[in-house]
């Protein structure tokens, strides 16, 4: 699962070194297992075991994302909780759609989304879901979030964070003429991704590609996938399923590469509510289907750290590293 060899990456000695002197149990953990505590130079970073604590930053001044989707519902209180989360972690917003209940109106955006999320909006970079377009045309997302959403008709743009290039696309598929190849949205990423030539490439939206949940795979979004697989894209986050799961990086068929693949993360834990999850399809690390929270990824310029970070009150995390291709 994580794939980063430290030994041939030298920019965690040092943190290795942060890592020593944040965890005093790190000393205890290495005399247990007989490994000399000096130098310190030689300590490898312990492995982030699933559902460990969150280990201490590595790289303060690295820049973070904050993602989920499925969001605000009026007179629920998971919004205000994630909203909560917000307040205290600095770093770009993503909304990951399905961000107002019931039907993205101008009335749920402005009520149910505005006193919550909202209060972020000047750092949030969306993305529309299915329940947006229950209001024709979206009109409502596309007017709440403005020119930060991208052209109404398209819905999908891309920008830089630090290192990386991000990518925020639109699964609904049928309003914008289509996800295939040779599609307008298709022809438009494979252009911007051979522009922007990074390392790291993280890209977004709102249906996922594989899920074990009630909704199941979003075959509709094979192509993309495969269009990102081919640019070497390293992480895609979506939302709809109203819960958390980690995938192993896997290729646009679903078969694993820890090489080349892409690894998803689904994150519909913004508040709305939950959806019991199946059982797991292949390549799915691990899964939770009841608490809220948001997903931290800190990028670094050639790797990235995952956080998932849950509400008040809520004991669920998840956390680790891998290096981009
Ligand atoms: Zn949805």
Redesign the pocket.
């Known amino acids: 699962m994580q794939t980063r060899n430290p030994l041939r990456r030298p920019r965690w000695t040092s943190i290795a070194l942060v890592s020593a002197l944040a965890l005093p149990g790190l000393f205890t953990l290495l005399a247990l297992l007989g490994t000399p505590a000096a130098p310190v130079e030689a300590v490898q970073p312990p492995e982030q075991p699933i559902n460990s604590p969150p280990a201490a930053p590595v790289a303060a001044d690295d820049p973070v994302l904050l993602a989920a989707?499925?969001i605000a519902a009026c007179g629920r209180p998971g919004s205000e909780q994630t909203a909560a989360l917000l307040d205290r972690l600095p770093g770009t917003v993503l909304a990951l759609?399905?961000n107002a209940y019931q039907a993205g109106t101008d009335a749920e955006f402005a009520q149910c989304y505005s006193p919550t999320w909202g209060r972020h909006r000047a750092r949030t970079r969306p993305v529309p879901?299915?329940?947006e377009y229950d209001t024709p045309g979206a009109v409502g997302y596309f007017g709440y979030f403005g020119a930060a959403a991208a052209p109404p008709d398209k819905g999908y743009y891309s920008y830089d964070v630090g290192d990386w290039h991000i990518v925020a696309l639109n699964s609904n598929c049928s309003q914008i003429g289509g996800c295939q190849i040779g599609s307008p949205q298709e022809r438009w990423l494979r252009a911007d991704l051979a522009a922007h030539p990074t390392r790291c490439t993280l890209a977004y939206w709102?249906?996922p590609r594989f899920n074990s949940g009630k909704?199941g795979n979003d075959a509709e979004m094979q192509p993309i996938w495969q269009t990102l697989y081919d640019a070497g894209a390293d992480v895609v986050l979506s939302?709809?399923e109203h819960s958390y799961e980690r995938f192993a990086p896997q290729d646009a068929a679903g078969a694993a590469d820890p090489e080349r693949g892409i690894r998803q993360f689904t994150v519909?834990t913004g508040g709305a509510s939950h959806h019991a999850l199946g059982r797991p399809i292949a390549n799915s690390e691990l899964q939770n289907a009841d608490a809220f929270g948001v997903l931290k990824l800190m990028l670094h310029p050639a790797g990235y750290d995952w956080e998932f970070v849950p509400v008040a009150g809520a004991t669920f995390t998840d956390s680790g590293h891998t290096a981009c291709h």
Do not use: A, L
């Open positions: 989707g499925d759609g399905d879901g299915n329940h709102h249906h909704h939302g709809h519909g």
